[in-house]
């Protein structure tokens, strides 16, 4: 089986475009022609198999993630199997990259690989806890119930990002339109100001000389500056590609204030939720411990968290294992040692990892409301100097005139 990319028309003329499953194209075309279609165009797409390295998979943005997932949460509860869930993606009103994405879904399964392992190698934009999740739900039985915690996890992380994408709308459009007022002051009306200037040969005060330098070197070397702006980018994405590099930024980013606590705190939040997720598939805490390591992307965590692993399959309880990973707050630690004693575990993963995900997204809200002031007051100083820059000169010829 491989999805098949079309172009169609309806007997009235319509054109639909889509993407189904055959085994052949001459498959994906009397497959249209048995839903009333007449094909134009169909193209085949590349192969979707886990063990198929050369495959390009569709890429969906984290909206499109959540609502994936949300789907197939629905659609498995209604008891469909995987493949006609599937199927109801690809039919639905979503965008053309998803119904591409459970076509090559589709044609995998149908070729006999798990759900989980045509995730995992798809290149959708899915974190490794996702599929790692989903192989736990393969194999509990149990995907539905999966599925439905990954989307209200994936649907609560876009909540925050729009929050605080919203409270920074108004200071940025603030910011871009004060910082082409100020261009446009510096490029106009500074020049004027110092041909008065010099006419009357009254000095110009220091404030507008610094500005009128700064401006200057900026118009003469702009070439050069957006060059090494350009080359710093690509030096970046470069360097982001390469996996020991990507590790160095990644632990770099941990010292620094305030955005390092917030990672480190989604490291734990992310762990303990998929913790909580496979050990609501009825897995044991090593394939849970097992899985959750498999979402720490920073290499001095995930060496802690392999630590756990090893310490539960040597025989330790989880919630003693757990003291090996620092980054977990001692309440959560306390949680699921309770769950242990109470035979609860799974619960009370769950209500540690939402509680350290509440924790997170307050955190997020603060600082969303403390960088709003703080970036309109950056704006407004630099704002400031640039007035005053223009409107001492004023005063000074005034003050000469008037003499």
Same mark, same amino acid.
């Given at each position: 089986?491989?999805?098949?990319?079309?172009?169609?028309?309806?007997?009235?003329?319509?054109?639909?475009?889509?993407?189904?499953?055959?085994? @052949?194209?001459?498959?994906?075309?009397?497959?249209?022609? =048995?839903?009333?279609?007449?094909?134009?165009?169909?193209?085949?797409?590349?192969?979707?198999?886990?063990?198929?390295?050369?495959?390009?998979?569709?890429?969906?943005?984290?909206?499109?993630?959540?609502?994936?997932?949300?789907?197939?949460?629905?659609?498995?509860?209604?008891?469909?199997?995987?493949?006609?869930?599937?199927?109801?993606?690809?039919?639905?009103?979503?965008?053309?990259?998803?119904?591409?994405?459970?076509?090559?879904?589709?044609?995998?399964?149908?070729?006999?690989?798990?759900?989980?392992?045509?995730?995992?190698?798809?290149?959708?934009?899915?974190?490794?806890?996702?599929?790692? /999740?989903?192989?736990?739900?393969?194999? /509990?039985?149990?995907?539905? =119930?999966?599925?439905?915690?990954?989307?209200?996890?994936?649907?609560?992380?876009?909540?925050?990002?729009? #929050?605080?994408?919203?409270?920074?709308?108004?200071?940025?459009?603030?910011?871009?339109? @004060?910082?082409?007022?100020?261009?446009?002051?510096?490029?106009?009306?500074?020049?004027? $100001?110092?041909?008065?200037?010099?006419?009357?040969?009254?000095?110009?005060?220091?404030?507008?000389?610094?500005?009128?330098?700064?401006?200057?070197?900026?118009?003469?070397?702009?070439?050069? $500056?957006?060059?090494?702006?350009?080359?710093?980018?690509?030096?970046?994405?470069?360097?982001?590609?390469?996996? @020991?590099?990507?590790?160095?930024?990644?632990? =770099?980013?941990?010292?620094?204030?305030?955005?390092?606590?917030?990672?480190?705190?989604?490291?734990?939040?992310?762990?303990?939720?998929?913790? +909580?997720?496979?050990?609501? @598939?009825?897995?044991?805490?090593?394939?849970?411990?097992?899985?959750?390591? #498999?979402?720490?992307?920073? +290499?001095?965590?995930? =060496?802690?968290?392999?630590?756990?692993?090893?310490?539960?399959?040597?025989?330790?309880?989880?919630?003693?294992?757990?003291?090996?990973?620092?980054?977990?707050?001692?309440?959560?630690?306390?949680?699921?040692?309770?769950? #242990?004693?109470?035979?609860?575990?799974?619960?009370?993963? #769950?209500?540690?990892?939402?509680?350290?995900?509440?924790?997170?997204?307050?955190?997020?809200?603060?600082?969303?409301?403390?960088?709003?002031?703080?970036?309109?007051?950056?704006?407004?100083?630099?704002?400031?100097?640039?007035?005053?820059?223009? $409107?001492?000169?004023?005063?000074?010829?005034?003050?000469?005139?008037?003499?």
């Amino acid at each position: 089986m491989q999805p098949f990319a079309y172009v169609a028309y309806t007997a009235k003329g319509q054109r639909r475009t889509g993407t189904l499953v055959a085994d @052949s194209e001459k498959a994906a075309f009397d497959a249209l022609k =048995a839903q009333g279609l007449m094909a134009s165009e169909i193209e085949a797409r590349a192969d979707t198999g886990p063990n198929r390295t050369a495959r390009r998979g569709a890429r969906l943005d984290a909206d499109e993630r959540a609502l994936f997932t949300r789907q197939m949460a629905v659609l498995l509860a209604a008891d469909l199997p995987v493949e006609k869930a599937l199927d109801a993606v690809i039919e639905s009103d979503g965008s053309k990259a998803m119904q591409a994405f459970a076509a090559q879904l589709k044609a995998a399964t149908l070729e006999g690989y798990p759900l989980s392992d045509a995730i995992e190698t798809s290149r959708a934009g899915f974190a490794p806890y996702y599929a790692s /999740s989903l192989r736990a739900g393969e194999g /509990s039985g149990e995907l539905a =119930a999966v599925f439905g915690g990954l989307a209200d996890y994936l649907e609560a992380q876009g909540a925050n990002r729009a #929050e605080i994408a919203t409270a920074l709308v108004y200071p940025g459009f603030v910011a871009a339109v @004060s910082l082409v007022v100020c261009a446009i002051l510096v490029t106009t009306v500074a020049p004027e $100001l110092v041909g008065m200037f010099e006419v009357t040969g009254q000095p110009l005060p220091g404030i507008t000389r610094t500005v009128l330098a700064v401006s200057g070197w900026i118009e003469t070397h702009w070439i050069g $500056l957006s060059a090494a702006l350009v080359a710093a980018v690509l030096a970046v994405v470069a360097a982001w590609r390469v996996p @020991s590099s990507r590790d160095r930024m990644r632990r =770099a980013g941990l010292k620094v204030p305030v955005f390092g606590r917030l990672k480190r705190m989604a490291i734990a939040a992310q762990y303990l939720r998929t913790l +909580s997720v496979v050990l609501g @598939s009825r897995q044991t805490a090593l394939n849970a411990a097992t899985g959750a390591a #498999e979402v720490v992307d920073v +290499s001095t965590h995930r =060496a802690e968290a392999d630590a756990v692993v090893t310490a539960v399959r040597q025989g330790e309880s989880l919630g003693a294992a757990l003291r090996r990973l620092p980054i977990l707050p001692p309440v959560a630690l306390q949680l699921i040692r309770v769950g #242990e004693d109470s035979a609860r575990l799974a619960p009370m993963a #769950e209500r540690a990892a939402i509680l350290v995900e509440t924790w997170l997204a307050n955190d997020r809200k603060r600082l969303a409301a403390i960088l709003d002031p703080v970036l309109m007051m950056v704006v407004g100083g630099f704002v400031l100097i640039v007035v005053l820059a223009v $409107l001492l000169p004023i005063f000074d010829l005034q003050s000469a005139v008037m003499q």
